[in-house]
């Protein structure tokens, strides 16, 4: 039914884990970054901004959808399912959705970039990024302190927030302090679909690979001093 254009990235395993918990049958079409294989033609007319994840909906005239968090609201609206139907509800979904869109994905990234990729390192970036993460996650335990979810029960909330604040070693953040937020994190980490999902496709490294993780790092600094950073 869904065809999943993908790469094991945070925003790539949001959708798999999202379609994981769904139990929406699917496709996985693994796209290598690194060839710029997100660039090509093809790809452009499913994702205008060469992006990885985009999904097409086979049952819905190949309707096509690029956008991390516009494909969670897409699958969460089509199956009624991981979102309240509510305004409120659905309205507190979505504040915590786009604090993910709007914040941990791209503070995260940057801290990726000057804290893993750059060769050149430059301490004032790699605090200032550093710092606002740990201030976003401290605004994440905040909301956990007393809600066991962000935004009541389960939702694409938490599966987008969690696909990135998981990778917290791989930016090099301090979590410690974080209680709540540790609470949470291992909490959505026993979740079946998570562990699944985050397998899909299959993670290419890990910060305690060693000379594997190298390696990646070499070819994904190539790709951002050319302004191809991964999603």
Not at 173 to 200: M, N, Y
Not at 222 to 227: A, D, P
Request: proline share 5%; hydrophobic share 40%.
């Amino acid at each position: 039914m869904i065809d999943l254009y993908t790469a094991a990235t945070p925003n790539g395993h949001k959708i798999s884990i999202a379609l994981e918990e769904l139990g929406l049958p699917y496709t996985v079409h693994a796209l290598d970054l690194s060839k710029l294989e997100q660039r090509r033609p093809e790809f452009l007319k499913i994702s205008f901004n060469g992006r990885i994840p985009a999904i097409v909906d086979r049952e819905l005239d190949d309707f096509a959808v690029f956008e991390s968090g516009a494909i969670l609201v897409y699958l969460a609206e089509k199956t009624g399912r991981l979102m309240p139907s509510d305004t409120k509800g659905r309205s507190l979904v979505m504040q915590w959705l786009m604090f993910q869109m709007g914040g941990i994905g791209p503070m995260m990234g940057q801290a990726n970039v000057f804290f893993r990729y750059l060769p050149e390192k430059i301490p004032l970036a790699i605090d200032r990024y550093h710092g606002e993460v740990r201030r976003l996650f401290g605004v994440l335990d905040t909301r956990l302190a007393d809600h066991e979810y962000l935004a009541g029960d389960y939702s694409i909330a938490d599966i987008a927030n969690w696909a990135w604040v998981r990778t917290y070693r791989w930016s090099g953040v301090d979590t410690s302090g974080f209680e709540h937020l540790t609470r949470w994190k291992a909490l959505l980490a026993s979740r079946p679909a998570c562990q699944r999902g985050i397998e899909i496709p299959p993670r290419l490294v890990r910060p305690e690979d060693g000379e594997e993780a190298e390696k990646f790092i070499q070819a994904a600094r190539g790709m951002v001093q050319t302004g191809q950073k991964t999603d």
